[in-house]
T-cell receptor
Framework: GAGVSQSPSNKVTEKGKDVELRCDPISGHTALYWYRQSLGQGLEFLIY????????KSGLPSDRFSAERTGGSVSTLTIQRTQQEDSAVYLCASSLVGLAGPQGIQYFGAGTRLSVL | KQEVTQIPAALSVPEGENLVLNCSFTDSAIYNLQWFRQDPGKGLTSLLLIQSSQREQTSGRLNASLDKSSGRSTLYIAASQPGDSATYLCAVTMYSGGGADGLTFGKGTHLIIQP
């Protein structure tokens, strides 16, 4: 696609419900990243996929958070039993390769704004 | 743990002025540093990427410098325009051996250019 696509753009849910956030990266990009931006906080790195595997899941805030990527393309971030502190904008990015260099420049989606009531 | 700080948190200047945004980081063992802009309701747009071996990068009216040893970077915006109004974010990449880490971001500088 032309850019990184995230859906939904906005999600309002009740405390305790599960939510799924979707990220469709730029076609051909092998690396995919999830970040969270909370009000008053900076952008927080959550998890990184190289292909379908995530080498390090320690950035996920709690065991209620999980992420998967299938077919080397679309990724879903799932939050179980949502809490009010989960309210934030969740941003997804992709890069051509998972390297810290020019080919690793990350392109961001517009984000999903999650509100937990 | 890497920490990135941006000063000032907010800045409002008249159109046409040149301005400097500051970024500092605590761990100088970075792989690269990027400057992004974020517009309300939109994702991040990469402006400039400086490799650790480089001192500066330029794109149009933007110039970013990097002093890795002192843990500092500046973003210089020349002849500012109202369209430059946005939040500017500084982020560093730490090399994790086998591949890339996620970016570590500062909290940003909210810039307003008054017409």
């Amino acid at each position: 696609g032309a850019g990184v696509s995230q859906s939904p753009s906005n999600k309002v849910t009740e405390k305790g419900k599960d939510v799924e956030l979707r990220c469709d990266p730029i076609s051909g990009h092998t690396a995919l990243y999830w970040y969270r931006q909370s009000l008053g906080q900076g952008l927080e790195f959550l998890i990184y996929f190289q292909g379908n595997s995530a080498p390090d899941k320690s950035g996920l805030p709690s065991d209620r958070f999980s992420a998967e990527r299938t077919g080397g393309s679309v990724s879903t971030l799932t939050i179980q039993r949502t809490q009010q502190e989960d309210s934030a904008v969740y941003l997804c990015a992709s890069s051509l390769v998972g390297l810290a260099g020019p080919q690793g420049i990350q392109y961001f989606g517009a984000g999903t704004r999650l509100s937990v009531l | 743990k890497q920490e990135v700080t941006q000063i000032p948190a907010a800045l409002s200047v008249p159109e046409g002025e040149n301005l400097v945004l500051n970024c500092s980081f605590t761990d100088s063992a970075i792989y690269n540093l990027q400057w992004f802009r974020q517009d309300p309701g939109k994702g991040l747009t990469s402006l400039l990427l400086i490799q650790s071996s480089q001192r500066e990068q330029t794109s149009g009216r933007l110039n970013a410098s990097l002093d890795k040893s002192s843990g500092r970077s500046t973003l210089y915006i020349a002849a500012s325009q109202p369209g430059d109004s946005a939040t500017y974010l500084c982020a560093v990449t730490m090399y994790s051996g086998g591949g890339a880490d996620g970016l570590t971001f500062g909290k940003g500088t909210h810039l307003i250019i008054q017409p």
